[in-house]
């Protein structure tokens, strides 16, 4: 048989018998799952306030990076009535340095809903979860799964590549989401053998963490796959093209300036609007971020203070990547006189405590760059 013939064919039989995959699945979870802060030991039922916390967390951030926010919000705030109660600066400042910070103002709004019209009590249902500030379809999902073992599969970066080889998904994405979210819900596992209860969340993590330690985007570990068996691609040897994805689009840079302002051991600082990119959060001023900006004219955006005599261009400049467009700021420095007036709108700040500001990772670099740290 040509051996083209011979793959095509072992592609077309693994696909026909995929009736063990959630057993196999679960039964490798169950030996092998990653011991995350917010997972509680087998057997023991989800705290639906830790599986939400971490699930707004891990959108757009990895695993190692959210584990000790994890840690430091539930100390601060045991559940979600605690966090109800909290100030959205306070949310904002113990999320600094998290990045997509719509994602903090949401969580705060979420946890004042929950607390004012459910009683503190999360809605166990896809819907009532998604009615609630900053929960989509996939956060609502993982959260139905995994806290109230609802009967549907999440479906996130991890879980497309491995179902997208398992089924050798043609298709790229984004389109191809529906496609995969329908094969991805094949791999729920049944009910828990003794009690009853649904092992869906149990299914859904399994995935996420066959994604996230073994079915990796590059030399996925296939020969410690539960499931390499029945894998269409891996029968093909074509893993790595696997999941499809249409271009991309790359968002155009844009250009700035910033101003990094000193009086003695104080920084000049503001609050950005609340809307909008970065809202509510802490930052040095700066001129408009365009995609045509000009050092000069981006230098006579800045702030009107008396006593400065002459601002000083440092070396380089600071880039940043936002999900959209990446930025490039040239940063000048200048230092005034003690008792100078911050300008309208804006604040002087010991540099010591700049760490208790809700800072962007973008406005960091920028201080450092321009301190000199
Ligand atoms: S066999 Fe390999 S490619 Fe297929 S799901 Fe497992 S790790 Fe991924």
Redesign the pocket.
Known sequence: MPSSLATKNRAQSVTEDGAARPTLLLAWYDRHRRRLPWRLPPGEAADPYRVWLSEIMLQQTGVKTVGPYFEKFLARWRDVEALGRASLDDVLRMWAGLGYYSRARNLHACAVVVRRDHGGVFPDTEEGLRSLPGIGPYTAAAIAAIAFGCRTMPVDGNIER?VS??FAVEQPLPQAKPLIQKLAATLLGDTRAGDGKSRAGDSAQALMD?GAS??TPKK???AL?P??DD?V??ARGD?EIFPRKAPKKTGTLRRGAAFVITRGDELLVRTRPEKGLLGGMTEVPTSDWLTAQDDKAALKQAPALKGVARWHRQAGVVTHVFTHFPLELVVHTASVPARARAPEGMRWVPIATLRDEALPNVMRKVIAHGLGL
Do not use: S
Request: glycine share 0%; aromatic share 0%; hydrophobic share 45%.
């Open positions: 491995v080889r398992l066959l073994i079915c996925p570990a296939c796959c499931l390499n894998c691609a891996r893993q």
